[in-house]
């Protein structure tokens, strides 16, 4: 890709677009143990190019989230697991919200979890419908072209309308030309410092670009 950005944290030099293998998958339950309350623990996966929001973060793209999909809404989690588990953590019952995730760890959250592959945007159970979500909230793995050009697919296939992208500030143009989504100005915070500058993107008035 041209920019040859990554979303990976400084000095960390992950190559981008590369899927990891079966055995790095098989591995990841042992380095992230499931707490008995039902959540994912410890840190995300360097090799699936996770990084965790601070709670603060998290806290506001959920109540973003249940805010634009109203009362009774339903909220897409696409490879956003971090916002996922915030939604659930706040215990309502005025919202539905499923999980499109490629790391199998989510897995514990049953129904809700989806397993998802950017590479295969349109690889999705019968029982998820087109524009069937009031809202997708959607974090791209890597920072090219190509991988938001498919998740891109995945989130103008679930949505109703709106959408909440949260990528690099380089993508910047291609995410308004294939989502038509604006930058916000909040601005998101990570637990670890990344190499690049992280943003938000509505196609909708969003309060992620009031009163900040």
Known sequence: RASGQSR?????????????????LRALPD????????QV??????????????????LQLAKEAITAAGEGG??????????YQKLRELHREDFSVYIFEY????????????FYDYNNPLDLPEKIAAHSFDIVIADPPYLSEEC??????????????KILLCTGAVMQEEAAKLLGVKMCKFIPEHTRTLANEFRCYVNYDSGLDHDI
């Not at 339903?74 to 916002?83: F, H």
């Not at 790391?103 to 989806?114: L, V």
């Open 41 to 58: 623990q410890g840190e995300f996966s360097k090799q699936l190019s996770q990084f965790w929001y601070s709670q603060e973060t998290a």
């Open 103 to 114: 790391d199998k760890r989510f897995a514990i959250y049953g129904e809700e979890f989806i």
């Open 8 to 24: 990976t944290r400084a000095g960390l030099g992950a190559r981008r677009g590369l899927r990891p293998s079966a055995r790095v």
């Open 74 to 83: 339903r909220i897409a989690c696409v490879s956003a697991p971090s916002v």
């Open 148 to 161: 938001l050009r498919k998740t891109s697919e995945t989130i103008k296939y679930l949505t109703q309308g």
């Open 31 to 38: 380095r992230s143990p499931v707490s008995r309350r039902g």
